[in-house]
């Protein structure tokens, strides 16, 4: 209760891990820690100074300055000194006020400093945390839930900051004590000595408390984060889980969260409440047996008042202490968290590249590229070799889980190869400025990505700078302006989370108005029309090609007019791939991913042919190449 040094001590084991993280994850804001100690100095000799003075101006206005001088050491020889030179009681009560005045400048002075260093470093946590999302490598970000990872940039950003708070009331408050501790032994050695013995005991009675409180704290984490995965999972599913009638089951589990979320709260304010009685009645007892043994050795009255007015004023430090030591306990856990996830030596990065990249000139090639989500799951791709030529249309065809979108995925670099390389006009693509690269490509799909704001937002993703007559040119090139026209707010119609206020054709058009405004040289369409009727499908391609013509075009897709209209193709079973080149030659082939393509999709339509030639399977393959000529035909018309 009355040493700081022994309060530390008992929880050093614990807490100095702790506090080394928080200086870690502070980083610039670790400048107020010295004011912070030269404030609490400055704080406690000032009201440790205006208690003595308190005690000489009490025996002053009762006449018995002499009797002051009776409690002996360096105190009495300074109450001495006092009353020889300020006999006026207004003086004194002068010097008292502006004692009292000092200790709340010093107090006031700690408390801006701290919430300025609080809510700053709060926003700083904040802005690394999300800036972590958006610079690690993606596979990471796939593999955590994004409740967790909600919960980490909403809440326990602060918790960082809270727990440098409760570092810095430990530092001031033991500061505290320490002053009060020596101005103690000024004026009487033996009770302080006695007050320093129960402390210690106090002191370990505290360190086995913070155990549950860190236990707790652990509980809470895990407890909240649930919550919030529960929370996420309801939001964003809403529309399955209402399809499904399965309103009462995610009910259930939200509010058996809930639930725990609320026992785990309810011990922790439990624990909390029931600190200050304890720590109140340990103090009276503590008291009441200093008295009783400052009676026994004769200690003289002055000395004994001084004491007991000091006792009573470190009661306040030394609870706020307490308080400190339990809120960082409780805040170990996602202390941990943070820092484990902004610890960058663990984790992989993209490569951010060298070289400058300007436009696609002779092509892309993946030679021999292994990829697998997982080292514990079979590669994706496996030695995949093949080339996309610049300023062609080169379709991918396989069956679904063949690995057409971890191309995709490859060339937006949101994954890099696990073996084998991407060259990118003969150049690795690691080495192109990964900045550079993005600029000139762009994706759409079957599977949107969109954010709950307008629909003007989500076009401007793809180049938030770009202005409103450019966003209204890419909506009518995607066929989207009709749409947006029948909105009374227009471009400023908001959309739901994941569009669900929009239809699906409505979401890939919107897609596909974002990849337009990019205007990129390298353009992704992975099953980007397959939503749209047939009409204006056939008018949006147009609109495309017509954009795009001489530029790098990838298409994925199962319709057969695609397939046969474009320049190249690459066939891809179980993630190799089993041939490549023009569609026309590649249909000549009887066996292979394209000819089961064919027959899945094409030879229906190819029958009356068949039977109308009746050659055989030559004159088969010339309908085909005849039909694929008026395919190609209708599509490039």
């Known amino acids: 209760m009355i040493l700081g040094t022994a309060s530390t001590a008992s929880v050093r084991r614990p807490s100095w891990s702790r506090t080394a993280e928080i200086a870690r994850l502070a980083g610039a804001h670790v400048w107020s820690f010295p004011l912070i100690t030269v404030f609490g100095v400055l704080s406690s000799l000032a009201e440790s100074f205006g208690v003595g003075l308190i005690i000489l101006f009490l025996y002053t206005i009762m006449g018995r300055q002499g009797e002051a001088a009776s409690v002996g050491g360096y105190l009495g020889s300074a109450f001495v000194h006092l009353s020889a030179h300020i006999r006026n009681t207004t003086l004194l009560a002068s010097l008292i006020l502006a004692a009292i005045a000092a200790k709340a400048a010093f107090t006031a002075t700690h408390a801006a400093i701290s919430s300025y260093v609080q809510n700053d470093l709060a926003r700083d946590i904040r802005d690394r945390i999300h800036r972590q999302y958006l610079e690690v490598n993606y596979g990471y970000i796939r593999r955590r839930e994004e409740g967790e990872m909600l919960k980490m940039l909403a809440t326990e950003s602060w918790s960082v900051a809270e727990a440098y708070q409760s570092i810095s009331r430990i530092v001031i408050n033991a500061v505290s004590m320490f002053v009060m501790t020596a101005f103690l032994l000024l004026v009487s050695w033996p009770l302080t000595l006695i007050a320093m013995a129960g402390s210690v005991l106090l002191c370990f009675a505290l360190n086995y408390l913070s155990k549950f409180a860190r236990r707790l704290g652990r509980e ?4 909240n984060q649930e919550l919030a995965v529960r929370m996420l999972q309801t939001l964003q599913g809403m529309r399955a889980i209402r399809a499904f009638g399965q ?16 026992k785990v709260a309810s011990k922790t304010g439990i624990l909390s409440a029931l600190l200050g009685p304890a720590s109140d009645s340990t103090y009276l007892l503590l008291v009441g047996a200093v008295l009783i043994l400052a009676t026994r050795l004769s200690i003289p009255t002055a000395a004994i008042l001084t004491c007991v007015i000091l006792f009573y004023r470190v009661q306040l430090p030394f609870r706020e202490l307490q308080n400190a030591i339990f809120s960082l306990a409780e805040k170990e856990a996602p202390l941990q968290a943070v820092a484990d996830l902004l610890r960058r030596s663990d984790k992989s990065y993209p490569p951010s590249g060298r070289h400058m990249f300007h436009a696609l000139k002779d092509g892309i090639e993946f030679r021999d590229v292994e990829f697998g989500y997982s080292p514990s799951a079979p590669n994706v791709l496996e030695k995949a ?13 396989g069956d679904s889980g063949a690995g057409k979108t971890t191309i995709v995925n490859l060339l937006l670099r949101l994954d890099e190869p696990c073996k084998g390389q991407i060259l990118v006009d003969g150049a690795p693509l690691a080495e192109v400025r990964r900045d550079h690269w993005l600029e000139r490509i762009a994706a759409a799909g079957q599977d949107i990505e969109l954010i709950d704001s307008t ?21 009518e090139l995607a066929g989207l302006w009709d749409v947006i026209e029948g909105f009374p707010d227009g471009m400023e119609h908001w959309i739901g989370p994941q569009g669900a206020n929009l239809s699906g054709g409505q979401r890939q058009r919107l897609g596909l108005a974002r990849a337009i405004l990019r205007d990129p040289d390298i353009l992704i369409l992975d099953e980007a029309t397959n939503a749209l009727d047939e009409a204006l499908e056939r008018t949006v391609q147009q609109n495309l090609r017509a954009k795009f ?3 790098t075009i990838i298409v994925i897709t199962h319709r057969a007019s695609a397939v046969l209209a474009a320049d190249h193709m690459v066939c891809i079973e179980h993630g190799r791939v089993t041939a490549q080149g023009a569609p026309r030659d590649l249909l000549s082939r009887a066996e292979g991913t394209f000819h089961r393509f064919l027959q899945e999709d094409v030879r229906p339509q190819l029958i009356p042919l068949q039977r109308q030639a009746g050659h055989g399977a030559s004159t088969a393959l010339a309908a085909a190449d005849r039909r694929a000529e008026q395919f190609g035909r209708r599509t490039l018309s």
């Open 549 to 551: 013509k001489d530029r």
């Open 455 to 475: 629909i003007d937002a989500n076009i401007r993703i793809a180049r938030t700078q770009a202005d409103g007559i450019a966003a209204r040119e890419a909506a």
């Open 247 to 262: 309103e009462a089951y995610h009910q259930r589990a939200f509010e058996q969260a809930s639930s725990e979320a609320r």
């Open 220 to 223: 809470a984490m895990e407890a």
């Open 385 to 397: 070799s093949f080339r996309i030529p610049a300023g062609c249309t080169t379709v991918l065809v």
